[in-house]
């Protein structure tokens, strides 16, 4: 028992040097629209360094040196975010040039830059902290580069501790094949139902009791786990899916604050959400695959592990669950007070 206190004692250390393991950082969205040959209107929407921040995060887009601004750049506080607009003149056109995110490369965040030409094409890309710089498209290239918003949906998941806990939580409670693929399915189902509802602006819910909420949601996973443990039963462990559909409509909504805060142009949204929504799928089932297929491994290979590494895991949602939700419904007190 004692060894065990210890155990918990250093991973609520670990969650202290750590506090915002859980939170996915937004992508910047950089636009430019060719409104005449060379002349480009500038959308620079940039996220703060938390979410209850008012510190900017300091990256700024460096054009090409043939670039020079045309008149003052008009800025607003947007939320969580600063939107900045500028023009710039670029003779010759930004086609086949290089640009770059200046003091990216500090930042474990991406930069989503979409740029329309003035014959109408739009080609999108995903600026990385590991390259942050890009070359855009020569003329006569046709790739439109919608790939971005797959790679961001397979990044938000992927970041997502928070959602991939909750994920875990339900692979820890069923035990049937059959039951696994109806409450993965009801989860997927559920999510992607309120991130369309999100993306398209019909409904909103506020960042922080969303946060909460999810956080909660991992919380309650915790006690219904220990019950799998002693053979014991409930609706949640009956009826996995039921919950993992519930639970799956808000963690909906936290997966489109990666997409519906860039203000895309609405032609664009359909295909944008398709793509990431299969993105978030992608990561998803890979997250669930690697799971099975390392607990398959360790059964074939009869490795005996002590029981509490064994129901490491299980703790880990729990206590994470709990420590996430007091947090977060701390900050939603201050901000109320």
Same mark, same amino acid.
């Given at each position: 028992?004692?060894?065990? =206190?210890?155990?918990?004692?250093?991973?609520?250390?670990?969650?202290?040097?750590?506090?915002?393991?859980?939170?996915?950082?937004?992508?910047?969205?950089?636009?430019?629209?060719?409104?005449?040959?060379?002349?480009?209107?500038?959308?620079?929407?940039?996220?703060?360094?938390?979410?209850?921040?008012?510190?900017?995060?300091?990256?700024?887009?460096?054009?090409?040196?043939?670039?020079?601004?045309?008149?003052?750049?008009?800025?607003?506080?947007?939320?969580?975010?600063?939107?900045?607009?500028?023009?710039?003149?670029?003779?010759?056109?930004?086609?086949?040039?290089?640009?770059?995110?200046?003091?990216?490369?500090?930042?474990?965040?991406?930069?989503?830059?979409?740029?329309?030409?003035?014959?109408?094409?739009? $080609?999108?890309?995903?600026?990385?902290?590991?390259?942050?710089?890009?070359?855009?498209? &020569?003329?006569?290239?046709?790739?439109?580069?919608?790939?971005?918003?797959?790679?961001?949906?397979?990044?938000?998941?992927?970041?997502?501790?928070?959602?991939?806990?909750?994920?875990?939580?339900?692979?820890?409670?069923?035990?049937?094949?059959?039951?696994?693929?109806?409450?993965?399915? &009801?989860?997927?189902?559920?999510?992607?139902?309120?991130?369309?509802?999100?993306?398209?602006?019909?409904?909103?819910?506020?960042?922080?009791?969303?946060?909460?909420?999810?956080?909660?949601?991992?919380? %309650?996973?915790?006690?219904?786990?220990?019950?799998?443990?002693?053979?014991?039963?409930? =609706?949640?462990?009956?009826?996995?899916?039921?919950?993992?559909?519930?639970?799956?409509?808000?963690?909906?909504?936290?997966? &489109?604050?990666?997409?519906?805060?860039?203000?895309?142009?609405?032609? $664009?949204?359909?295909?944008?959400?398709?793509? %990431?929504?299969?993105?978030? $799928?992608?990561?998803?089932?890979?997250?669930?695959?690697?799971?099975?297929?390392?607990?398959?491994?360790?059964?074939?290979?009869?490795?005996?592990?002590?029981?509490?590494?064994?129901?490491?895991?299980?703790?880990?949602?729990?206590?994470?669950?709990?420590?996430?939700?007091?947090?977060?419904? &701390?900050?939603?007190?201050?901000?109320?007070?």
């Amino acid at each position: 028992m004692r060894g065990r =206190f210890r155990w918990l004692l250093a991973l609520l250390a670990l969650l202290g040097a750590l506090p915002s393991v859980a939170h996915e950082l937004q992508p910047a969205f950089l636009q430019l629209k060719e409104s005449a040959p060379g002349i480009y209107e500038v959308l620079w929407k940039l996220p703060s360094l938390g979410e209850s921040s008012d510190v900017r995060m300091p990256i700024v887009p460096v054009f090409p040196e043939r670039c020079r601004q045309v008149g003052d750049v008009r800025g607003a506080r947007a939320g969580t975010a600063w939107i900045d607009t500028a023009r710039i003149d670029c003779a010759g056109g930004l086609a086949g040039q290089t640009m770059a995110i200046e003091g990216l490369a500090a930042f474990a965040t991406d930069v989503l830059v979409r740029v329309q030409h003035a014959d109408g094409f739009v $080609e999108t890309h995903v600026i990385k902290p590991v390259q942050p710089a890009l070359t855009l498209r &020569a003329g006569g290239d046709a790739r439109r580069g919608f790939g971005a918003y797959l790679y961001l949906g397979v990044e938000h998941i992927l970041l997502g501790v928070d959602h991939l806990l909750f994920v875990l939580g339900l692979l820890l409670i069923v035990r049937q094949r059959w039951v696994l693929v109806k409450t993965v399915t &009801a989860f997927t189902v559920a999510h992607s139902l309120t991130l369309a509802v999100a993306t398209f602006g019909v409904a909103q819910v506020p960042p922080g009791p969303l946060n909460a909420t999810i956080a909660l949601s991992i919380l %309650f996973l915790g006690p219904e786990i220990v019950r799998r443990w002693r053979n014991e039963t409930s =609706f949640t462990i009956r009826h996995p899916w039921v919950v993992a559909f519930a639970f799956g409509l808000l963690h909906g909504f936290g997966f &489109a604050s990666g997409l519906a805060e860039l203000g895309l142009p609405k032609g $664009e949204i359909p295909l944008a959400l398709l793509l %990431f929504n299969a993105g978030v $799928e992608i990561g998803q089932l890979a997250f669930v695959f690697t799971v099975i297929l390392l607990e398959r491994a360790w059964r074939i290979l009869s490795v005996g592990w002590p029981l509490l590494l064994q129901r490491l895991p299980g703790y880990a949602v729990g206590t994470l669950g709990a420590f996430w939700t007091i947090q977060r419904v &701390a900050m939603l007190l201050r901000g109320v007070a």
